[in-house]
């Protein structure tokens, strides 16, 4: 089946740093990938939709300069958090939907600790 | 905007206890249905869809009928198992173009626990 892989998969770091967040489509071309944040015992909340070859959409309320989103190419997109401070600490999940279409697919997820 | 609402967790139950969790939806036009579920540290898997009013999804014993009349999309299975303790997640898909084709909008998840 469809196979999403996100990589690291979890990362401690200090606060000041920048951490770069991969997710690759590996068995499929994903012309769209999804950025997800999820808080502890909350529920996911759309960060971001990356495009190939184009721009990300942020959702309203996201700094686009804080979270930059990179879509090279149709199975990689990264999200690189900047200047990372402990209130960035999250479970970030990306997903890809397929360029022939059907359900996205998740990646397993990062922890990300800032300390 | 969309959005939708799932019954608040925990939901605690014994092994091969009926399990029913709510979710209602409010979309315009006629969205798709998922469930999703997360165990622990990872990642969230697809359950089981409906993409039209009286679908039925089904899988692993889990099933969900999409109706319209109530904007209802409830999960139901007839005996859990321990190994169904997860976090459960209902979500709708936009039927609308451009930018917000292809979003997902999430209730916020019901964590459930099945004991032997």
């Known amino acids: 089946g469809a196979v999403v892989s996100q990589h690291p998969s979890r990362v401690i770091c200090k606060s000041g740093t920048s951490v770069k967040i991969e997710c690759r489509s590996l068995d499929f071309q994903a012309t769209t990938m999804f950025w997800y944040r999820q808080f502890p015992k909350q529920s996911l909340m759309l960060m971001a939709t990356?495009?190939?070859?184009?721009?990300?959409?942020?959702e309203q309320g996201v700094e686009k300069d804080k979270f930059l989103i990179n879509h090279a190419s149709l199975t990689l997109s990264t999200l690189t958090v900047t200047s990372a401070h402990p209130e960035d600490s999250s479970f970030y999940i990306c997903s890809a939907r397929p360029a022939r279409g059907g359900p996205q697919h998740f990646g397993d997820g990062t922890r990300l600790s800032i300390l | 905007g969309d959005s939708v609402t799932q019954m608040e967790g925990p939901v605690t139950l014994s092994e091969e206890a009926f399990l029913t969790i709510n979710c209602t939806y409010t979309?315009?036009?006629?969205?798709?249905l998922f469930w999703y579920v997360q165990y622990p540290g990872e990642g969230l898997q697809l359950l089981l869809k409906a993409t039209k009013a009286d679908d039925k999804g089904s899988n692993k014993g889990f099933e969900a009928t999409y109706r319209k009349e109530t904007t209802s999309f409830h999960l139901e299975k007839g005996s859990v198992q321990v190994s169904d303790s997860a976090v459960y997640f209902c979500?709708?898909?936009?039927?609308?173009?451009?930018?917000?084709?292809?979003?997902?909008?999430f209730g916020q998840g019901t964590i459930l626990t099945v004991h032997p």
């Open positions: 979500a709708l898909m936009s039927a609308g173009g451009g930018t917000s084709y292809g979003k997902l909008t």
């Open positions: 990356s495009n190939e070859g184009s721009k990300a959409t942020y």
């Open positions: 979309a315009t036009g006629y969205p798709s």
